[in-house]
Each structure stands twice: as structure tokens, then as C-alpha cells.
């Protein structure tokens, strides 16, 4: 009966707490009714302690099926206590009061292996030429098709499913074209030699027979065409001939202490049995007649020698007594201020003539940057005793016209040559490796033995290895093996290190260690890599080297931070590529690891598409200039990744930059053709009245000037000088 009463207070006692707990829940829940708040107004009002709220969440469940499934998995809250590392399940209002950001996912989707995959084909474009031989292109993707819906994806992803390869986006393709010559123009000379020219066409042949002409740079881009260039310029022979016809010299004028004498000069040109007075240029164009002067001095007062300046030596600098340069020297007169006239050299015979030739020997060839080259030490000889000597050529060289050239040897500084001789030792008859014994080993346990090993001739002199290496044909002994390398471990051991900080400032995160197998040694603990000893030593698995960690914290801003994108990749097509760039997981603008950001956020692209044209116009540096004035220069299309040449058609395909120009206008001085002289207008005659006894004279300026510049220019044709003075007669 006792025993009886006393269950029956304890199970009244566990009722009366019962019934008070729930009194007291209920009041709780009344009270949080009545003030119409549904969460919890403070943290404190559940739990009286310091508590740190988190989310955190079960593994993802099974597929809920094959194809376009979702997985589910349960999300909770839970409360840790850091007084003493303890957790318990909270409301999930708390960690929604918390940062309701942060609230891992609960479904994801699944199932993607049910897509079918398959490539898609575009039509092909156009050909890429207008002619010869050229590229059409199509675009191929890879589509992967679900129940719902059809996207494109990466290429990868087809070659993976489908295998094979993928279809080809490119083909080659053809345009005839050729190349159609226009009729021969007139030849553009009455006389002498002279050019006909025509044009040339591209014509493009068109589906059902049709022709349309197209630009002519198409049909040079064929390479097809080559062989049937046809030139747009021929030279051309007229039908007419021509000649210069003079007159007798007038007599000797003399005025201001000069005399002059003057004839007409003119050109006939003759076709069969008729003759025609031309002007003198048609005279001119032919480069097999020699234009006859039209005045000549026949007195001068004050005549002189004028030279030019010495053509340049013909031979390189070696000096040649047998070549020679020349120059021009020709007599003049001077005229008060202006400038002197070219007369007969026969006026100025009772001078001293200058020397027109000298040899090239008289110059003295420049030696640049002089020093001693030295040659091979030749074999050591014994001289006297046991000492040997060697020698080897010292030569000093310098560099003319771009060539080293040996030269004197006091062109170098003397100071500084070096030895032609030295002392040596003499040769090493039957050389041959010496071998000592090993001796002791150097420790009772992974030691080790050393020997001496030299090269000694015959005569017992030991001499440097190379001798040995390079007269014995076996290699060097051995100078050390190892010794007591079998040495019992007594002990096997873990050696680990202290965890590193957590890889994240916030969230989840790796931390690291280094972890050793160790034997105990000789009375010590030696480093060892033999990982399988310690496990099967030690019958334990070798200890983890990194373990996951979560970092508290409250991040207030998650984010990713993407990095530049990458120059763009090239993939197999000709100008299409790809870009990459990396992303880093920022908490509150403090880097975490990024698995933290990809568990709540979805992570930007890491590649995308691009175009990549490596395809570049390349010009070659300008030509000199030409006798037309201009000067010129290829230009070509070129692949900038390869460094080849390709067809001109690739760049006019891909580049909107027009080929650069390939001529332009310049100056050119070099052509004597262009050197040409230039008259102006005849003056009034002398005097107003003339009579039979006295003509007056009228004149005009001579200037030689370059046809390109119009600038005054020398080198013109003394005999081809047109006459600046003429008689004349006036009458009133």
C-alpha cells in the first residue's frame, strides 16, 4: 500500500507539471495572439542564453524522376550555443529574422540525361570570292532537346552523346572567271620608239550562260589566272621616221666680249616620199638621234675650265690601281653676273686642262672598329724538358664596306693582343681511370662509402678528368655506393601539422594540413615518404590532409566579383573563337570561398563567343621612286597568328578596311628624263631699226629643272640646251 501511494504521488506530481507547462505555453501563444504577431518578437523570448541562429540543410533526396525530375531535400535552423558547443532545432522564423537571404534551397531540378542531343545545320552562305577558288560557310550548333523545351548548348556536349565529329562548316566553291583584252590604241609617238596600251576586263561567268563584268582586281586574286596575265602596254615602232635638219651657221656676233653663232634647228618627219616640218619633241622621242645644238660661242674674253664632281669608284674599296674614277670638264665663259655659258673647248686651249680620270687607288678605305681575332691552340709540343708550348694565329680585323677583312697589324692596339704562344704541359701518354678501395661506411644505418678516382698517365701524373673523358672510352667509375641501407625501423609514425585558418571568411570553407609518415631511427625520428609503411605499421589509415569547415557569420551582401575576359581563343573555324574569365565569391566585400556563392546564387558565364579574325592587310615598304613619279609596293593579306600569306580574298571577305593603296605621287631626282630644260619668252629685239649692216638680238632664260618638282634641278643635256639668244631685226 505504501509502495502504491508513492507511484501514485509521483505520476500525480509529472500531471501537475504537465498540466502547469502547457498553462504556461498556452499563455505564451495567447499573449503573442493578442498582440497580432505571428514571429517572434525577440530572440530572448525562446531562449534565455546567448544563441547563434543558422541555417542548414539535409542532402538532396533521389530523382523524382528520370527525365525533368526534382530533387528535395529538407532546409532547418538550428540554434548553437558557443558557452558549450551545443546545437538544438529552432524555429525557422528565427534565421528568417536573421538574414532570410541566406536561406539555403530546398528543390532543384534533375534529370538531364533523358535530353536528346543533335547538331543543326544552316544553309550554306555565299562564296566568299568573286573568283577562282573559295570558301562557303555555314553555321553548325549543338541542340539538346528535353520534354519542355530546345536549347543551344556547348559543342562538347554533342561530340560527347554523339560522338563522331562535328559536321563541317566550311566547303570549298568555285567562280569562272577570265580575263578579256581590249584592242591596241594608236602608237602615242609620230617618231622613235613609243607605247600602245589597252584595257583589260574580269568578266564572271553567271548561271545559264550569263557574263557579267566585274572589278579587275578579282580576276588578279585568281590564282588560276596567273598564267594568263596579259600585259596592258606594248612597246610600238610608228610608220614615219624622223630627223633633225640645220642650217649653216650664222657669223661670229660679238657683244659684252663674247661671240656667238646661231642656227635653226628643226624636225622633219618623213612618211614614204612625203616631208612634214614637226615640232622638235617628236625629234626628241626618238633616243637614236642626237638633238644638234642652235648656238655655239665663238669668242670669249675671259674663257675657263669648269669641272664636275667624281663618279663614284667602280670596284670596292681595295684600292685597285686599274680602276678609275671620271668627271666632266668642259670650258666656259663668263659674262659679267650671269651665269657662264658652255663654249668650244678650243677657246680655252691655251689653258691648263684639269684631269677628267683618276685612279681609285688615291683614296684611302676606311678601317671601323679594329680588334684581334685569335684562332685554335694547335697541340702541345715538347720543347725543353717537361715544360710544352702551343701556339695559335692573331690577326687584327676590322670592318670595310660592311665586311670583316683582316688588315696591318698596327691597325690594332698592340697592347692589347693577346699571346700567340703559351707554356702547356706535355702530352698524357695512355691515359687511364685510378680506383682506390672504399672505405668505412659513414653511418651504422643509411650511410654511405667514398673512393678516390683520378686520371693518371703512364708516367704515374695525375691530370684533369677530361683528359681521361676524352681519351678512354669507359665511362668514370663510381666515386660512392650506399651502405647499411637496410635499417630496422623500430617505430612508424604520424607526423601532422596544425589546420590552417578556413579558406572562407563566411560560410563553408577547406582547411589544410601537412601529414608525414616518420620512423624512428638511430634513437631519432626521420622524414619518410612511405606512405603504405605507416598504414600497415600503425594498422590506422592515413590521416586526412584537408577537412571541410563552416565559418559563422551574418553576410549582409553575397556577391561575385567576375574577372576580365580572356583574348579571344580561336576554336577550328577561321574567324570565330572564345573568351574565358574566372569569378570570386565576395561576403560583405571580403573574399569567401566560392562555393558559398554558388549555393545560393547563380553563377555568371564563365566563356563566351567571339569573333576572332586573324586576317590582316601587310604592306612592304615603299620602292624607290620611279621615272612616272610615283613609287610603289605590294600589298598582300596575311594570317597574324601563322605569319602566312594567303589569298587576297580572305581579307576581302572578312576586313571592312579597303586594301591599302599600293602607288602614290613622289619626288624623283634620280631619272635623267626627268631632268629636262625649261625657256621662257622671248624679249624684244635689241634695237628698233635694223639695217643691213647691224641686227639686234633678242633673248630669253634657260633653266634646267626636274620634270616631277618643277624645281630647278642639274644634270640637263649640254647639247640638247635650247639657245637663249637669237639676231633679230625690227622694222619701223
Given at each position: ?163 563522331g565529329l562535328k559536321p563541317w562548316t566550311t ?260 691515359p687511364s681511370w685510378a680506383v682506390g678501395s672504399y672505405g668505412n661506411c ?291
Amino acid at each position: 500500500a505504501k509502495m502504491a501511494r508513492c507511484v501514485l504521488f509521483s505520476v500525480t506530481t509529472v500531471a501537475c507539471l504537465l498540466v502547469s507547462f502547457c498553462s504556461v505555453a498556452v499563455a505564451v501563444q495567447n499573449k503573442g495572439s493578442e498582440t497580432g504577431s505571428e514571429r517572434p518578437p525577440t530572440i530572448d523570448s525562446y531562449n534565455s542564453g546567448v544563441c547563434s541562429y543558422r541555417w542548414s540543410a539535409d542532402p538532396f533526396g533521389p530523382c523524382s524522376r528520370t527525365c525533368e525530375g526534382v530533387q528535395v531535400r529538407r532546409v532547418f535552423c538550428y540554434c548553437y550555443n558557443p558557452d558549450d558547443g551545443s546545437t538544438e532545432v529552432s524555429d525557422m522564423r528565427f534565421c528568417e529574422v536573421n538574414d532570410p537571404r541566406l536561406q539555403p534551397i530546398s528543390t532543384r531540378s534533375c534529370g538531364v540525361d533523358c535530353a536528346t542531343y543533335s547538331w543543326l545545320n544552316s544553309a550554306w552562305g555565299i562564296c566568299n570570292v568573286v573568283c577562282g577558288v573559295g570558301v562557303e560557310r555555314r553555321r553548325v550548333t549543338c541542340r539538346k532537346a528535353t520534354n519542355s523545351f530546345t536549347t543551344t548548348v556547348r559543342d562538347s556536349e554533342c561530340l560527347a552523346a554523339l560522338g563522331g565529329l562535328k559536321p563541317w562548316t566550311t566547303r570549298s566553291c568555285s567562280q569562272v572567271c577570265r580575263v578579256v583584252p581590249g584592242p591596241w590604241s594608236d602608237c602615242n609617238v609620230s617618231c622613235g620608239s613609243g607605247q600602245q596600251n589597252r584595257t583589260l576586263t574580269c568578266v564572271q561567268t553567271l548561271h545559264e550562260g550569263r557574263e557579267q563584268n566585274v572589278a579587275l582586281i578579282h580576276c588578279e586574286n585568281d590564282p588560276t589566272q596567273v598564267g594568263e596575265c596579259l600585259p596592258t602596254s606594248r612597246p610600238c615602232d610608228p610608220v614615219n621616221r624622223c630627223r633633225y635638219n640645220v642650217t649653216r651657221w650664222s657669223d661670229c656676233f660679238t657683244s659684252d666680249g663674247v661671240g656667238v653663232q646661231t642656227r635653226t634647228v628643226t624636225c622633219l618627219k618623213i612618211n614614204n616620199t612625203v616631208t612634214a616640218t614637226v615640232p622638235l619633241y617628236e625629234c626628241g622621242n626618238d633616243s637614236t638621234l642626237t638633238n644638234p645644238i642652235s648656238e655655239r660661242l665663238c669668242f670669249c674674253e675671259a674663257p675657263r675650265w669648269e669641272v664636275g664632281t667624281y663618279s663614284p669608284c667602280p670596284v670596292s674599296c681595295e684600292g685597285d690601281d686599274k680602276a678609275y674614277q671620271t668627271r666632266s670638264v668642259y670650258c666656259t665663259c663668263a659674262i659679267d653676273d650671269r651665269p657662264p655659258l658652255i663654249a668650244d673647248n678650243g677657246l680655252c686651249a691655251n689653258l691648263t686642262k684639269p684631269d677628267v680620270t683618276r685612279p681609285c687607288g688615291q683614296q684611302q678605305c676606311p678601317c671601323i672598329n679594329p680588334y684581334w681575332r685569335t684562332g685554335r691552340f694547335g697541340a702541345c709540343s715538347l720543347t725543353n724538358g717537361n715544360v710544352g708550348e702551343k701556339k695559335r694565329r692573331v690577326k687584327c680585323i676590322c670592318f670595310r664596306s660592311g665586311v670583316r677583312k683582316a688588315t696591318a697589324v698596327s691597325r690594332c692596339d698592340r697592347h692589347s693582343r693577346p699571346a700567340d704562344t703559351v707554356n702547356c704541359n706535355p702530352p698524357c701518354l695512355d691515359p687511364s681511370w685510378a680506383v682506390g678501395s672504399y672505405g668505412n661506411c659513414s653511418k651504422t644505418c643509411d650511410g654511405e662509402r667514398t673512393r678516390l678516382v683520378v686520371c693518371r698517365c703512364s708516367n704515374c701524373k695525375i691530370v684533369d678528368d677530361a683528359v681521361c673523358i676524352a681519351e678512354v672510352p669507359i665511362y668514370k667509375p663510381p666515386t660512392k655506393r650506399r651502405c647499411n641501407d637496410e635499417c630496422p625501423c623500430t617505430e612508424y609514425r604520424y607526423r601532422t601539422s596544425s589546420w590552417s585558418n578556413c579558406s572562407a571568411t563566411c560560410g563553408p570553407g577547406i582547411q589544410t594540413r601537412t601529414v608525414g609518415c616518420v620512423c624512428l631511427l638511430e634513437n631519432m625520428y626521420q622524414e619518410r615518404t612511405n606512405r603504405a609503411a605507416c598504414e600497415r605499421n600503425t594498422g590506422s589509415p592515413f590521416p586526412l590532409a584537408e577537412r571541410p569547415c563552416n565559418t559563422s557569420c551574418s553576410c549582409q551582401n553575397l556577391t561575385y566579383r567576375s574577372g576580365d575576359w580572356s583574348r579571344c581563343i580561336p576554336d577550328d573555324s577561321e574567324c570565330d573563337g572564345y573568351r574565358n574569365r574566372t569569378h570570386s565569391c565576395y561576403c560583405d566585400g571580403v573574399v569567401t570561398d566560392i562555393r558559398h556563392c554558388d549555393l545560393y546564387l547563380r553563377r555568371p558565364p564563365e566563356r563566351t563567343r567571339c569573333r576572332h579574325c586573324p586576317f590582316v592587310w601587310e604592306p612592304s615598304p615603299w620602292s624607290e621612286c620611279y621615272a612616272d613619279c610615283r613609287r610603289r609596293r605590294t600589298v598582300y593579306c596575311k594570317n597574324s597568328t601563322t605569319g602566312e600569306r594567303v589569298r587576297n580574298s580572305y581579307c576581302n571577305a572578312h576586313l571592312a578596311m579597303a586594301r591599302p593603296d599600293r602607288t602614290e605621287q613622289c619626288t624623283y631626282t634620280g631619272n635623267k628624263r626627268n631632268i629636262i630644260w625649261k625657256t621662257t619668252a622671248w624679249s624684244n629685239c635689241s634695237t628698233s631699226c635694223s639695217t643691213a649692216s647691224s641686227q639686234g638680238m633678242k633673248r630669253r632664260t634657260v633653266t634646267c629643272v626636274n620634270r616631277c618638282t618643277r624645281a630647278k634641278a642639274e644634270g640637263c643635256k649640254l647639247k640638247s640646251k635650247p639657245q637663249n639668244m637669237m639676231q633679230c631685226n625690227s622694222s619701223m
